[in-house]
């Protein structure tokens, strides 16, 4: 007895604890234990306040605990835009708008993309400490692999390998959360796990492929997302993954959180609980589904649940404790976001509190860091060496014709904010021109105009490209080429080739600049057309960046990450996520348009000398690959160093090649560097389905270093011992 009465004074005197503390309760402190002050909210908080907290705000008004909720932010803080990301019907509030993720793939600069997202979060807590707008819980990254061009998202991916998205996505990550050891700067959940790269039926459909595809491919830049970038948020996707619902997938709580150690928040898509009934006709009621996704993982609905979820309760499906423990990982979360903190423990809490601040989006740094990202996710496609018209050379120019309906906007996609200002191609162009050079407009060749000034003009731009929402309803995008959320693009020829075409005709000094959110298949235009340039949408700098690389006052470097294959017939039908059987430069066969990697400079370089700091590799060790480069040209440039792995005598299949190291380098003209990459043992590891664990090989590979995928010239053979 008297064991029992002293637990009791303990649990009575845990409140008075807290209060000559300052804190009304346990959970206010921040010195407790995380799972301590977890343990108390719950204890505290009802039934009815519970489920409440199964929404994508987990705030607790008796008990003072307001929670923070989600906002979109691919490539800026997205309040605002063509989706009305603010809210609908109200003022947006300006954002600075990077470009499309697919664009800041093509930066091939992991160092940039953790500083764009540092800027993205700290605009976030601006606007939600300073205007009240928005939330804290970060939509970002999409960690989903663009295996197929014709996906209708491909705009929202970094690309098309799994390590490099995986790298992309740990940046990413660590710029939105900041590097203070107790508190982020904001969270960063990524989406959408797993497998999601088919528009159409996508709300119904099945991704299938085998177990070492979805460790070894699918699964792998969220899993870097979680352990090396340290997110603990992830939407699941809208799919079947091998005919199971991904939001009800076993795979959520086996694998994310049992062995990765992912204990945030796992959230449903838009409206994806519906789904599950309606569309994936899983359950025979919704009461039953509740019970299945909460028991599953799920510990935020982003559509109504409420009434599920009681009737899930009151018929015995789902218990309190179900739904405790799922609700831990949402105040975690909240904890490291500071939600539950006094404001003077958290660095992140002061900021925007200052009236007389400056928004951090007028500001210049926030401006010149789009500049730069743009200027980055330029990718030269092709510089005819015969002509070598690009850049272009103001002295020998008079007249400059610009020509394309994508010329005089910046055209934003879905996912963007409003940007404070937007510089257009033409306006970019126009300004990199000055008062010396006559810059001429048409919008298309009605009534012969693009032909008559560009047979007027030294030299044509012409800026062609898709739609970023197609310019139609949800599920509509008239334009066959064209590609969104919810439709897959039906063809990957260009239909302003046309245009292309009796332009050049007009005046063979043509560049064309192909503005899209995906690969095309513009075959006539490489053979025929001098100069080709790749940019993506979105950008309030996309003017301004595009000029100074056409100019020359930037040297392009940047790189593809997706292969650009010549023909629609090159790809396998859309709905194979057996990515064996030819699809992504590891497996595809033919000659592509443009391989991944690809990208071309002003300058040029020499891949001299390759050394390892070892010829032999084992379990949990790193090789320091020495590469040493010369800026053989007459500019300063950038060259985007990439490492590629060949097994020579795997015993199991294997890709063609596979990308395992990379850097972006500056060097001058005339210059030779030595560059290190690091080659990690971990990343050639396989999945053993028998041991069901990843094993290391014991084999011969090849250490390829070149430019691109297809421009490899210095090899090393290593031996992996057991």
């Not at 300073?130 to 061009?149: E, I, K, M, Q, W």
């Not at 334009?479 to 005046?507: C, F, W």
């Not at 699809?583 to 300058?603: C, E, K, V, W």
Request: charged share 25%; aromatic share 10%; hydrophobic share 35%.
């Amino acid at each position: 007895m008297k064991k029992y009465c002293f637990y009791f004074l303990i649990l009575l005197t845990i409140p008075l604890v807290a209060q000559q503390k300052g804190y009304q309760y346990p959970f206010q402190n921040p010195n407790l234990d995380t799972e301590k002050r977890i343990d108390n909210l719950l204890s505290l908080m009802s039934l009815d306040e519970k489920i409440q907290a199964l929404s994508t705000n987990p705030s607790v008004l008796r008990l003072d605990v307001k929670g923070t909720g989600h906002v979109e932010g691919l490539h800026g803080l997205a309040l605002g835009g063509p989706a009305q990301w603010g809210g609908k019907g109200k003022e947006p509030l300006l954002t600075t708008t990077f470009p499309q993720a697919y664009g800041l793939g093509e930066t091939w600069d992991t160092e940039l993309l953790q500083k764009v997202a540092a800027v993205e979060a700290l605009e976030t807590r601006y606007a939600f400490q300073h205007y009240n707008r928005g939330g804290l819980v970060v939509r970002a990254p999409n960690a989903d692999l663009a295996r197929d061009p014709r996906w209708g998202r491909t705009e929202e991916s970094f690309g098309e390998d799994a390590f490099f998205n995986g790298m992309m996505t740990v940046a990413f990550v660590k710029g939105l959360q900041g590097n203070n050891k107790n508190y982020w700067q904001t969270a960063s959940l990524m989406k959408h796990f797993l497998a999601n790269s088919n528009e159409d039926g996508r709300t119904y459909t099945s991704s299938d492929f085998d177990e070492r595809l979805w460790r070894e491919y699918y699964s792998v830049p969220f899993r870097m997302g979680i352990i090396e970038g340290g997110s603990r948020a992830y939407m699941a996707a809208y799919n079947k993954v091998n005919g199971i619902p991904a939001m009800v997938h076993p795979m959520l709580k086996d694998i994310t959180v049992k062995e990765w150690g992912q204990n945030g928040i796992i959230c449903t898509d838009g409206g994806a609980f519906k789904l599950l009934l309606s569309d994936h006709k899983y359950y025979e009621d919704k009461f039953l589904g509740a019970a299945a996704t909460i028991k599953a993982g799920i510990n935020q609905f982003l559509d109504e649940f409420t009434e599920a979820v009681y009737g899930a309760i009151s018929n015995g499906y789902l218990s309190e404790n179900d739904i405790d423990e799922v609700l831990r990982g949402n105040y975690r979360v909240m904890i490291k976001l500071g939600m539950l903190d006094a404001s003077a423990n958290n660095p992140y809490a002061k900021i925007g509190l200052d009236t007389d601040t400056e928004d951090p989006w007028l500001t210049e740094s926030h401006k010149q860091l789009a500049l730069e990202a743009t200027r980055k996710s330029i990718v030269l496609l092709k510089n005819d060496p015969a002509k070598q018209l690009l850049p272009l050379n103001k002295n020998n120019i008079k007249k400059v014709a610009v020509i394309g309906q994508y010329a005089d906007d910046v055209y934003l996609d879905w996912y963007s904010g409003t940007p404070p200002y937007k510089v257009s191609p033409l306006q970019g162009i126009k300004a990199k021109a000055g008062e010396n050079i006559e810059v001429t407009y048409a919008k298309n060749n009605a009534d012969g105009k693009a032909v008559k000034i560009a047979s007027e003009a030294d030299v044509v731009i012409v800026v062609v490209g898709n739609h970023p929402y197609c310019d139609a309803g949800w599920a509509d995008c008239p334009v066959p080429s064209n590609g969104k959320e919810a439709v897959d693009r039906q063809a990957i020829t260009l239909e302003q080739e046309d245009l292309i075409k009796v332009v050049h005709q007009s005046n063979p000094n043509t560049v064309v600049v192909l503005q899209s959110s995906f690969p095309y298949a513009i075959n006539w235009t490489q053979t025929n057309v001098p100069a080709i340039v790749h940019i993506t949408h979105n950008s309030q700098e996309t003017g301004n960046g595009l000029a100074d690389v056409l100019f020359g006052d930037y040297n392009p470097a940047g790189r593809l990450t997706q292969t650009w294959v010549k023909d629609i017939t090159d790809l396998p039908d859309l709905m194979d996520y057996n990515i064996r059987n030819g699809r992504t430069y590891m497996y595809f066969q033919g000659t592509p348009l443009y391989a991944f990697g690809h990208g071309l400079s002003y300058t040029s370089f020499s891949y001299d000398k390759i050394d390892i700091s070892s010829e032999t590799f084992a379990k949990d060790e790193e090789i320091a690959v020495k590469v040493t480069v010369s800026n053989t040209g007459d500019r300063d440039g950038e060259e985007v160093i990439q490492l590629y792995v060949k097994h020579l005598n795997s015993k199991i299949e294997r890709p063609i090649q596979e990308l395992k190291a990379f850097k972006r380098v500056e060097i001058s003209k005339g210059e030779t560097k030595t560059v290190s990459l690091t080659l990690r043992a971990k990343d050639l590891e396989y999945w053993n389905t028998e041991k069901q664990r990843f094993e290391l090989e014991p084999e011969q590979i090849e250490i390829l270093v070149g430019g691109a995928s297809d421009a490899t010239v210095l090899k090393k053979q290593i031996s992996i011992k057991e």
